[in-house]
């Protein structure tokens, strides 16, 4: 079965650059979701998408930024990249409408040095 | 707003025997699930087991078994028959059950050790 893509895998970017991490979620899958996991630590809900419209917003720094694209995959923006930004990004997605539970990607490692 | 709570930060078990690990949470919501994720080495996130609030019977899944306690808003995992390969990081997490703003709160999280 299709699961959550998300790419690339690792990144390692220096301080101040931009990254673009990427999500496709499963197949006919209505909503999306941002999560941020740094070291130790609970994933923190950052953001997330029902139809490609905005519906929820948790943590997310102003030099984040993300959207849903007409074909349902998603980008997540992160400019001015911190030290602090090193983490473990994962990009979830559910199907509402069918009462689903999210589905995980296998995360993007973020490495920001 | 809603929290989760996991006050033990970790365990462990002998291989083949049971474990149970503890989550309490707070919420106002009338309808919600709450959800076990198990995130081995890997860093992989994966469902182990889901409960609906209002279900009164307590879901299981093989091996994994949950103790939901509604007005004591609490939520344990039961783990039978301890296999290596449950050794992971354990997170209990809520979700209201209000469509798509089902975001999930997730606990800290607990360490939990299989010694074989």
């Known amino acids: 079965a299709a699961g959550v893509i998300q790419s690339p895998r690792h990144l390692i970017k220096e301080k101040r650059e931009t990254a673009t991490l990427k999500c496709y979620p499963i197949?006919?899958?209505?909503?999306v979701y941002w999560y941020q996991q740094g070291p130790g630590q609970d994933p923190q809900f950052l953001i997330s998408?029902?139809?490609?419209?905005?519906?929820d917003k948790g943590s997310i720094p102003d030099r984040f930024s993300a959207q849903q694209f007409s074909d349902y995959h998603s980008e997540l923006n992160m400019s001015s990249l911190e030290l602090g930004d090193s983490a473990l990004y994962f990009c979830?997605?559910?199907?509402?409408?069918?009462?689903?539970?999210?589905?995980f990607g296998q995360g993007t490692r973020l490495t920001v040095v | 707003a809603q929290t989760v709570t996991q006050s033990q930060p970790e365990m462990s078990v002998q291989e083949a025997e049971t474990v149970t690990l503890s989550c309490t949470y707070d919420?106002?919501?009338?309808?919600?699930?709450l959800f076990w994720y198990k995130q081995p080495p890997s860093r992989q996130m994966i469902l182990v087991i889901r409960?609906?609030?209002?279900?009164?019977q307590n879901a299981t899944e093989n091996r994994f078994s949950v103790n939901f306690q509604k007005a004591a808003k609490s939520f344990s995992l039961k783990i039978s028959d301890s296999q290596l390969g449950d050794t992971a990081m354990y997170f209990c997490?809520?979700?209201?059950?209000?469509?798509?703003?089902?975001?999930?709160?997730f606990g800290k999280g607990i360490t939990l050790s299989v010694r074989p």
């Open positions: 979830a997605s559910s199907l509402v409408r069918g009462n689903t539970e999210a589905f």
């Open positions: 197949p006919r899958h209505d909503t």
């Open positions: 998408f029902y139809e490609k419209m905005q519906s």
């Open positions: 919420t106002s919501e009338s309808n919600y699930y």
């Open positions: 409960q609906e609030a209002y279900k009164q």
């Open positions: 997490a809520f979700s209201p059950a209000t469509g798509a703003n089902s975001k999930l709160t």
